[in-house]
C-alpha cells in the first residue's frame, strides 16, 4: 500500500478538543437538546471533517423539532440534525484528493454511494440510495460534521457566511428555476414560504420577465413585490386567474412553480399556465392529491417537473453565478442570526413566522 | 386586385356532383345516418377541397356513435363525422399556393387560425382556439371534405391507402413516443388499445431498446409482444412491478407512455418508472385523480408530458421517416375494411373489439 | 365562391394616394434616391398593406448604400430599400382572417411559403425559399409596405415607435442570446457592433450572470460596460483571455456569442470558451474561415450554433417579454432620428459610427 | 482512523504473480515491445486493479505503433500501451466502496480528479485535467490494469468479452449518435472506418430511419449498406448530394456524422444537411480545416456538436441498453482475434486495413 503510504494521514491538528457542542434529538419527542459533550466525527478516508460557523434553520428542522408524523417515521432518536452550513476545512481523509484544511466550504446535504444510474450521470441528486445529513446521519447543528470529499463545495470568496449558510435552502429555489428555464418568460410562483420568497428573486435574476406570485398572508404578498413580483395576488380572490391571463396574451403564464404544496394552489397553479407550459412542483402536499389531469396536463400540452434537492452540482455553479451576478436580493429573506446556545429562540422565531431564515452562528 | 385576378377561382371541374354521400349524426342519440344527398363543401379562399379515398374509425368515433355525455356536450347534430382520412385534391381555394388539383393528400384535423403563441411557434397543436374535423364541423365520412390549406398533409408515395387513413391515430402514438424520447431507453407502455400498441411498433422503430406493455386482455398482450415488446405483463400480477425493476437494473423504466386513462395504471406506471424517467401521458381518464405527487412526481425527479394530437407537422414529418424505414408492423392494428355503406357493421366491428383499426372505402 | 363573396375585398379607403414617396435603388451604384411617385402597391388576398411610421437603417442597407459585391450580386435594380419598420395597418387583403386596418404592427422580413420541413416545424426563418423585403422585393423606405398576413407582428402598446422600428435587428440579438441559453451563466460577446451591443442588454436582461465583451473601439467598449458588460477588453492586449479564465473558474466563458464576423476574434472566442460551452455564430465572415475545429470544436465538446434572422414567432414573443420586462436599454443603441428625406444625413450617419442605430420617420 | 481500520486493505491474494506480461512502448519509434516481467501495479486506496481478459487495438494505437508526430509529442516512453478491455477485479483498494474481487468490468480510460465544473455536472468526459490510459500512463495491452474506482464499468453478464473488449470504441459511436439524436431521421455517416461503421449500426438500432454513408473503398460502402445503410456513396462522384437531397424531400438529411476527418468530407456533408440539422463531429482533421462557416452553418441555422470520448456514464448505460436490444450488429466488424504474443500480426492486421477491429486475448 505505497500509495496510501505516500500519503499519509492527517494527524497533526493537537488543539482540537475531542467533544464538541451540539444540538441532538434526544427523544422521540419535541425540540432539541444542547449538549457540549458530543464526541467530534472522525472522517473516513473518503470523508473531510468540517469546522461549522453558520447554519441555518430549515422547513424540515422545523418538523424535527416539532416532531410531526414524518419526523417520528425517519429521524433517528439521537442524531445531531441540521443540514444547512458554512465552515471551514479541519481535517481530510486519507483518501481524499481535492481539498485541504483551512478551505472555506458548505457541502450537498445528500449522500450517495455514486453507483446507481442517477449519480452516474449528473443527478445524484435523485439517487436511489441517498441518505441526508441531519436527517439520516449526524447534522451541522455542532462545531464540526463530517461528509464526503464529492459532497463538499468550496464557497466563493464573495460569499458572506450568512448567506453560505444557507446554500442549501437557496439551491431548492435556484434548481426549481432553473428547470423550469425562465429566460424571457412570464413566471408564476404559488406560495411564498421561504423558498418561494427565494425563487422570486432567483427567477428575476435568472432573466424572468414579469413573476407573479400567490400567497394567503399580505405581509408576504408585500415581500414578494420587494424582491421583483410584477404583482401578487390573494389566491381566495375569484379574479386574480383573469388577471392573470389577460397579463399575457389572454392565454396564461408561460411557467409555473408550485411552492406551497396546497392543492388548491396546484389546480389554480395549472388554470394559469398557458397551453404548453411548465410546471415545476417543489412544494410537498399533505396528502394525495385529486387533480383533473386531463383538462390540466394532457389537454394543455404541458411539461410537469418534479423538483428534489439540488442537482449535484450544476445547481451549486449556477447558484454561485446568480450570487457573482449580484442581482439575488437576500438581505430580506435571511432575517434573523442567533449563537447557537440560543436554539430556542432561533426555532421558535422560525417556527412563528416572525422570522423567514433564521440562521445561527455556531464558532 | 390584380393579384387575385391573376390566380382565378377553380372552376373548371364540370363533372363533380353537388351531393355526396356521407355519415352524419343525424340527431342527438345512437348511430350515424348514411345520406347520399349532402351538399359538397364549398371551399373558401384558402381552403382545398378533397376527394376522400378511405376513412378511419377512431375510438372518439365510437363515443360519437354511442352519444355517451362528452358527445352529447360537444357534438352539433346534422355534422358530417370522421377524422381521419386519405384522399385526392379535387378543387383549391382562390388564395391557396402550395396545392393543386390530383394531390393524393391527407391532413391534420385540428384547425386553428395560426393566431396565438402556440401557433406561432410550432406548437400550433395545442392552439387555444383549435376546432377539429368530424367533432365541430363537418368531418370525412362523406365523398368530400374540406379543410384549410395549411392543414393539408402531402402523403408519400410510397404509403399505401389503406395506412394513409390512419395517419391521425399513429400520429398520436408517433407524437407520445418522440415527446419522451424513447431512443436506447425501457420503455413501458400501459394499455394496449389501438394507441398503445401503435405507440409499442413505434417505439421499436424509433430506438426504444426494451418495451414493456401491460393490459388485461391476453389477446391484446400476446398482440402487443408480436410487435415487438419484450414483456407484457397482466396487471393484476402483483409481481409486475418487480419484474420491470429487475430488468432494469433494479431502478424502473426510463420512460412511461400512458395509454390507458385508468388511474391504476397511472400510480403503477410511475412506480415502475425510474427516479428521473420520462411519462407521457396520452389516455384520457374519466374523472380526476387522486395521486401521490411526492412520491411518484416529485421525491422521484419526473418529467411529465401531457400529449395532445399531433404536432403540426413535426409529427408528420417523423410518422413519414418512420414509414420510410420500413420497420413499423400495422399489418396485425389495421385489421378490417369495409365499404362505407357498411359503416354499421365497420363501428361494431370496432366496439366490439373484434378489430382494433377499422378502415372504410369511400371512392 | 359564397366565402370570397362573404369577406369583400376591402375597398373603402377612399383618400390613400395611389402613389408614396420611397428610397430605391435607382441603379446599380451607391446611394439610393429618393421618389414621391411609387405606385401604393397593392395586397393580394393574403396579404397586408401597411401605412410605414418608423424604419430603422440597418447594417444590410449600409451594403446596399455602398453598393458591394454582396448588393450587386443580389439586390435587384429599381426596389425599394429597407426591412425594419413599425406602421399601422391600411388594408387587408381579401383572404386575410387575423388583421384588420388601424392595428399597429411590424413584421418579420423573411417570406416564405410556409411549404418546407423548416416552415412547418416552428423554424420558418431557415425555410430554404425565403425572400426577404427590401432585398429581394420592395422593402419599407416607403410610405407603405405589403407583407403577408402570417408575418404581420401586433406590436404591444407600451412599446414606442421609435423602438418598434427597430425590432427586426433587436431580434436577431434575442434569438441569438436565447439559443445560447444564457441564464446563470457567463457570457462573452466578441464584436460590439450594433447587434452586439444589443446582444448585450438582451444577454442581461435575459439572466446571464456576467458578460464579457471585446472591441477594438474604446468607445464601444465603454457602452458595452454601460450597457452591463463586466468587462469589455482590448483583444489585441494578449492577457484578456487569460484574464477571462481567471474570472471563470480557471476554466472559460459558458457561452460565446460571436458577433464580429472576424476570424481571429471566432478563435479567440472558441479559446475563451470552457469545455462543453455552447457558441452562437451570428457575425458573417468575409471570407471561408481556416479553424482548428479538432481544438476548439471537438476536444472541447462544444455545441455551436449557426444563428440566421429570427424565430418566426418564438423570437418576436420573447423580445415582447424582454421589453416588458423593463430592463432593456436601448436609449443609448437608438442614437439618432431623421425625417426620410434627410436619408443622406441618416445613412451617412449610421455609415461614419457617429451614430450606431439611426432610425427615419416615414409618416 | 477507525473507518479505515474496519475495512482492511486487501492482502489476500497469496497467488498473483509480482510481474506480468505486457506489451510496451519501449523507445522513440516503431511498434511496441512485449515483455514478460512488467511489475504488477499496486492499487492506490481509490484503485481497482483488474486481470486483463481482452483488449481491442485503437486507431490511436496505430499511431502509437507508428511513432507518428502526434505520438511523439505525448505519448510518455516507457507506458504500457492499450485502453480498450474487459477483465476481472482482481483487488480494490482500501477506499474502494462499489466493487469486489471477480466482477467482470471494463472501464472508462478518461480519468479525471473529478473537481472542475464538467466532472461535477455530468460531463467528466470533457473534463479540463484527463489523462487516459494507455497514453499518459499504463494502459491496458497487460495481464493487469489499475484504474480508479470510478472509472470503473461492470459489464452485463449477456454481453461477451469479445465485445466487451471494444466498448471504448463502440462508445465513441454511441456518444456521437446519441448526441445528434437520430430518432426517426435521415443520418449521413462521412467515413466508415471502425467507428463510422459502428456508427452506422448504433444509428439504426437507436432509430434512425434511414442512413447514408460516404467512403472511397467500395469494400467498406458494401460493408455500410450490409449494416444497414440505405445507400452508400462513392463521395468523388459529383452526384451524391443531390441524391441524397432527392431521398430526402428536396432538402437534405436531418443528421450528419463527420466521421472521416477529411476536410472535403466535412464541407460535403455540410452541404448534404439539411437547414436546420445537426452535426456531429469525431472525425479529427490533419490540420486546421478552410470553412464556409456563413453557408454552412449561419445561414443553414445548423447545430454542430464537437464529439470526444464517451459521456461519463450515460453513454455507457445507453449502450449497455443498445446491446440488449439485440439489434447492434457487430459481428462483421471486431472482424480478427490474436493472442497478446502474436501482438505484431494483430496490429498489422489492422493498419493494413484487412481487419477492421482486432481484438488480442490476454488471460
Not at 485541504?100 to 439517487?127: C, F, M
Not at 459532497?151 to 432553473?178: C, E, F, Q, R, Y
Not at 436580493?329 to 442570526?337: A, N
Amino acid at each position: 500500500m505505497t500509495t496510501l503510504a505516500a500519503r499519509p494521514i492527517e494527524v497533526s491538528a493537537p488543539h482540537r478538543p475531542t467533544t464538541m457542542r451540539a444540538l441532538i434529538k434526544h427523544h422521540a419527542g419535541t425540540e432539541l437538546q444542547f449538549v457540549s459533550n458530543r464526541p467530534v466525527p472522525t472522517p473516513g478516508p473518503r470523508d473531510v471533517l468540517i469546522r461549522v460557523k453558520k447554519v441555518g434553520i430549515c422547513g424540515t428542522d422545523r418538523h424535527i423539532w416539532e416532531w410531526d408524523a414524518w419526523a417520528a417515521g425517519r429521524i433517528p432518536v439521537g442524531i445531531v440534525t441540521g443540514h444547512e452550513f458554512v465552515g471551514t476545512i479541519e481535517q481530510v481523509g486519507s483518501a481524499v484528493t481535492n481539498y485541504k484544511p483551512g478551505q472555506r466550504v458548505s457541502a450537498e446535504g445528500h449522500i450517495t454511494a455514486w453507483k446507481d444510474y442517477n449519480s452516474r450521470t449528473g443527478n445524484a441528486h435523485i439517487a436511489s440510495d441517498t441518505k441526508i445529513i441531519g436527517i439520516d446521519r449526524d447534522g451541522c447543528f455542532a462545531e464540526y460534521v463530517c461528509v464526503p470529499e464529492e459532497n463538499v463545495w468550496p464557497v466563493h470568496a464573495s460569499i458572506p457566511d450568512k448567506i453560505a449558510a444557507v446554500l442549501d435552502p437557496l439551491g431548492n429555489a435556484v434548481h426549481t428555476v432553473m428547470a423550469a428555464n425562465v429566460s424571457a418568460k412570464s413566471v408564476l410562483v404559488t406560495g411564498t414560504g421561504i423558498i418561494g420568497l427565494m425563487s422570486i428573486t432567483v427567477a428575476k435574476a435568472a432573466g424572468a420577465s414579469r413573476i407573479f406570485a400567490t400567497d394567503l398572508d399580505p405581509k408576504r404578498r408585500a415581500l414578494a413585490k420587494k424582491l421583483g413580483a410584477t404583482e401578487a395576488f390573494d389566491p381566495r380572490d375569484d379574479q386574480w386567474i383573469a388577471d392573470i391571463r389577460k397579463h399575457c396574451r389572454g392565454e396564461g403564464v408561460d411557467v409555473l412553480l408550485e411552492m406551497s404544496g396546497a392543492s388548491t394552489a396546484l389546480t389554480q397553479g395549472f388554470e394559469a399556465l398557458r397551453n404548453g407550459g411548465t410546471a415545476a412542483l417543489l412544494g410537498l402536499f399533505g396528502k394525495p392529491v385529486t387533480f383533473d389531469i386531463n383538462k390540466l396536463v394532457i389537454f394543455k400540452g404541458c411539461t410537469v417537473l418534479g423538483i428534489n434537492g439540488r442537482k449535484m452540482f450544476e445547481t451549486w455553479y449556477q447558484m454561485e453565478e446568480l450570487l457573482l451576478s449580484g442581482r439575488l436580493e437576500l438581505e430580506d429573506i435571511v432575517t434573523h442570526e442567533f449563537p447557537l446556545e440560543q436554539f430556542k429562540k432561533a426555532h421558535e422565531t422560525m417556527i412563528s413566522g416572525e422570522g423567514i431564515k433564521v440562521v445561527m452562528a455556531v464558532n
